[in-house]
């Protein structure tokens, strides 16, 4: 499949016997454009002449256009690859710290404990702090006893015997008392018979 120039041109002949030359440009595949004109050609030899100088400057022209155009275009791709580079860049050192923080949180997490966690451990602490202390007191309260029963049980059995060796003398001497008082408090005896006798009597027998 041919493909049609961008630039050609033409000569034609006006009415007053002169010619005109054209450089026209493909706009699309049905239509030209007139992008330079020049009239008053006395023969076509000289249309013809003016229109291919135009159009090799026209196609100069537009062969640096396009490349200016090409370099602009490949500056920007470069400076687009440096972009994508740059970014994929930052985009890899980004990825790789966050693994390590995901790295370094997992290691901290293996020995952090959670909200929950951690208050459980402090509730049980407080729990075994508060265990040690009800024993330490129960062991205070309860150290006396023992101390009474290791150091004292023998010093309060003999307080306790002599104490009942007291209370038995004095039951003793107030039997006996009691047994003098009532002998002596009586003036009257009774005989074998049942009579009773005057205690004057008796003491002077």
Same mark, same amino acid.
């Given at each position: ?19 005109? @030359? ?22 076509? @030899? ?38 994508? $580079? ?9 990825? =790789? ?19 929950? $966690? ?33 150091? =004292?049980?023998?010093?309060? $059995? ?25 002998? $002596? ?9 049942? @009579? ?10």
């Amino acid at each position: 499949m041919s493909k049609a120039p961008k630039y050609t041109f033409r000569v034609v002949e006006k009415r007053n016997s002169t010619w005109t @030359a054209e450089i026209q440009r493909q706009a699309t595949s049905k239509k030209k454009v007139v992008s330079k004109r020049q009239t008053g050609f006395a023969s076509e @030899a000289e249309g013809v002449v003016w229109a291919e100088n135009e159009l090799k400057q026209v196609l100069a022209n537009h062969v640096a256009r396009n490349k200016r155009h090409d370099e602009d275009r490949a500056e920007q791709y470069k400076d687009k690859l440096k972009k994508a $580079e740059l970014a994929a860049a930052k985009a890899a050192l980004a990825n =790789e710290e966050t693994a390590d923080s995901e790295n370094t949180e997992e290691s901290e997490q293996s020995f952090t404990l959670s909200d929950v $966690e951690q208050e459980k451990a402090i509730s049980d602490l407080q729990e075994l702090e508060q265990l040690e202390s009800d024993d330490s007191e129960q062991e205070l309260s309860d150290k006396p006893a023992r101390l009474k029963f290791d150091f =004292e049980l023998d010093l309060e $059995e003999a307080e306790l015997a002599e104490e009942e060796a007291k209370n038995k003398a004095k039951a003793k001497s107030k039997t006996k008392a009691d047994k003098q008082d009532s002998a $002596e408090g009586t003036d009257e005896a009774e005989t074998a018979d049942g @009579a009773e006798v005057n205690s004057i009597y008796l003491q002077n027998k």
